[in-house]
């Protein structure tokens, strides 16, 4: 409905999306959440349609109905009722600043949280590029360990000395390439680990900053053309 205090947004779990879906622990697609996002992406909880809604309720009017039955108002500059304590205290103290003030802040926070944006997404694409390349060699060696384990089922105790060796030195390297894999499969799980916290202390740092409250006074200054 056009509106800047609340949307709609759609994420894919298996692209760009992996990582935020991994935050969010997204069990299954798809999955809607609702919530206050200025509680950060942790407050967000799992859409259940009423009792009386027929089939997995994700038609528009099953939705409508819920937003308008359990979505509570925004916190915006005429909704105060919608806005924490700590919220609503920052609105009163940036009511009192001059327009030339906030711009300062706003063009400020921008510069910095845009930077800290982008060394985040180019750590995620690097991750994603290095998970990329594990999956691949992981189907790769489960391929080479079918092959492998079928020839070994036809060595027979009778075989020659060469076979036997070459057998335990290909055993040997299988081995190596399972530990390796493993070790990999670790470090991919912990940096993906390390990413998502940091995604939620960058999300907390931008909340704690007033950014979007900040943006909200502005706005509202320029569309009455006000100086409070």
Not at 16 to 35: A, N, Y
Not at 110 to 123: D, H, I, M, V, Y
Not at 188 to 196: A, C, G, T, Y
Request: proline letters at 4%; a positive charge.
């Amino acid at each position: 409905d056009g509106s800047i205090y609340s949307g709609v947004f759609e994420v894919n779990c298996g692209s760009s999306g992996k990582i935020l879906c991994h935050e969010l622990t997204i069990p299954g697609t798809p999955t809607i959440r609702h919530g206050n996002a200025s509680d950060g992406k942790q407050a967000l909880k799992d859409y259940t349609p009423g009792p009386q809604v027929q089939h997995d309720g994700h038609d528009y009017d099953a939705l409508k109905r819920f937003a308008e039955l359990h979505l509570g108002p925004p916190c915006t500059p005429t909704s105060l009722n919608g806005c924490r304590k700590e919220e609503q205290a920052l609105f009163e103290e940036v009511q009192r600043q001059p327009l030339e003030q906030l711009e300062a802040r706003i063009k400020e926070l921008k510069a910095t949280f845009r930077e800290k944006e982008k060394q985040l997404k180019r750590r995620c694409r690097k991750f994603d590029e290095r998970q990329d390349v594990f999956d691949r060699e992981l189907k790769e060696f489960k391929s080479e360990k079918s092959l492998y384990t079928k020839a070994a089922k036809q060595i027979e105790d009778k075989v020659s000395e060469k076979q036997r060796l070459k057998h335990e030195a290909k055993t040997k390297m299988m081995q190596d390439k399972s530990e390796a894999l493993e070790q990999r499969r670790i470090s991919l799980l912990q940096d993906r680990d390390d990413i998502s916290k940091e995604r939620w202390a960058l999300d907390a740092e931008i909340r704690s900053s007033g950014l979007r409250i900040i943006k909200l006074i502005r706005d509202s200054r320029a569309s009455d053309g006000s100086e409070l």
